[in-house]
């Protein structure tokens, strides 16, 4: 069992930067691989990065891809989201997810998911 708690969001102008952070309450943190998703009313969960167990590979989606930055900490049980050059396209709640096994773009692919935080971002 994984439990994780996001924090972080919050309602920022268009082109803010904003950090997200993910704690992760397991014995064995450094064994999961790490993802942000985010997800808005009425569409399906859309996934925005990947970070493998040693912090050694990451994945983006396109639309973040140069402004958003995935990174953990295994000494913290943590994992964060850093989001420069935001835009009002970015709202949503961002969750981040655990899996046992590679990096993997699927909402399916993860087992163990945090309560998610809401970013918004006006213009």
């Known amino acids: 069992q994984v439990q994780l708690v996001e924090s972080g969001g919050g309602l920022v102008q268009a082109g803010a930067s904003l950090r997200l952070s993910c704690a992760a309450s397991t014995r064995t943190f450094s064994g999961y691989t790490m993802a942000w998703f985010r997800q808005v009313p009425g569409k399906e969960r859309e996934f925005v990065a990947a970070i493998s167990s040693n912090g050694g590979a990451t994945d983006y989606a396109d639309s973040v891809k140069g402004r958003f930055t995935i990174s953990r900490d295994n000494a913290k049980n943590a994992v964060y989201l850093q989001m420069a050059s935001l835009k009002p396209e970015d709202t949503a709640v961002y969750s981040c997810?655990?899996?046992?096994?590679?990096?993997?773009?699927?909402?399916?692919?993860?087992?163990?998911w945090g309560q998610g935080t809401q970013v918004t971002v006006s213009s």
């Open positions: 997810a655990a899996r046992a096994g590679v990096r993997r773009k699927g909402p399916a692919d993860y087992k163990y």
